[in-house]
């Protein structure tokens, strides 16, 4: 009898109709905690857990912890940007190191539907904790809500699936994501109101270092899409 070699991974073989109906399954809660996510803490006397740890220039940044995730999200207000603009900019993956400079390489593996996509990411050695040398195989499903509200839902694929789309690299860790992705809420004058959440699970206690940090790369983050999204032509511009 043959031995498995240490360590052993599991990987399962699905079809792509199995996959496509997982991720519409997981991928439909994820976009209700986002949609949550951006209404909480605007004046209906719920802040749902949310602690607001910095306000400044009209950027918020909060944090929410349930068990062993911890929630991040970033709020905030651009000006004379539209919704599409800033989607446009966000969903661009071959741009994504432009405004995430810890993010090696970002590429997808498979495109389920127009609108459902698998990606693989890659985070370097210099990246931030929880970041640093991993890898993670996630889904991302982009929808538009009845009020014109823009919703790009990503979350981790379960590990046997991710090993069976796409083998780990034998220098990375395999990472983990939680429900996280943008809310994208159009207001006038072709402005909108942006909720980033970013939702992990380092098992264990998160050290306040780790959190002053993060908190640093969500701002780069936001200050590097609004450039970007105010250089992006609008629809009127095409």
Not at 207 to 233: D, G, H, S, Y
Request: net charge neutral.
């Amino acid at each position: 009898m043959s031995s498995c070699p240490a360590p052993c991974s599991r990987s399962w073989s699905i079809s792509e109709d199995s996959l496509r109906r997982y991720v519409h399954f997981a991928s439909e809660s994820c976009i209700q905690e986002l949609l949550s996510a951006s209404d909480s803490n605007r004046g209906n006397g719920s802040n749902d857990g949310w602690k607001v740890l910095n306000l400044d220039n009209g950027v918020e940044i909060s944090k929410r912890r349930s068990g062993s995730l911890h929630t991040f999200r970033s709020r905030w207000l651009l000006r004379s940007v539209s919704p599409q603009q800033f989607i446009t900019v966000a969903n661009a993956i071959d741009a994504a190191k432009q405004w995430d400079s810890d993010l090696v390489e970002a590429k997808y593996i498979r495109d389920l539907e127009d609108n459902l996509s698998i990606i693989h990411l890659r985070f370097g050695e210099n990246s931030k904790p929880l970041f640093r040398n991993r890898e993670f195989i996630v889904y991302e499903r982009r929808e538009t809500m009845e009020d014109g509200t823009l919703v790009v839902a990503v979350a981790s694929l379960p590990k046997e699936i991710a090993a069976g789309l796409h083998p780990k690299q034998s220098n990375a860790i395999r990472g983990l994501l939680q429900q996280s992705g943008w809310v994208v809420e159009k207001l006038e004058s072709d402005s909108c109101v942006v909720t980033y959440v970013v939702q992990l699970d380092p098992a264990g206690w998160l050290p306040k270092c780790f959190v002053n940090r993060f908190n640093t790369k969500l701002v780069m983050i936001i200050e590097n899409l609004w450039k970007l999204a105010q250089a992006c032509p609008s629809n009127g511009d095409r």
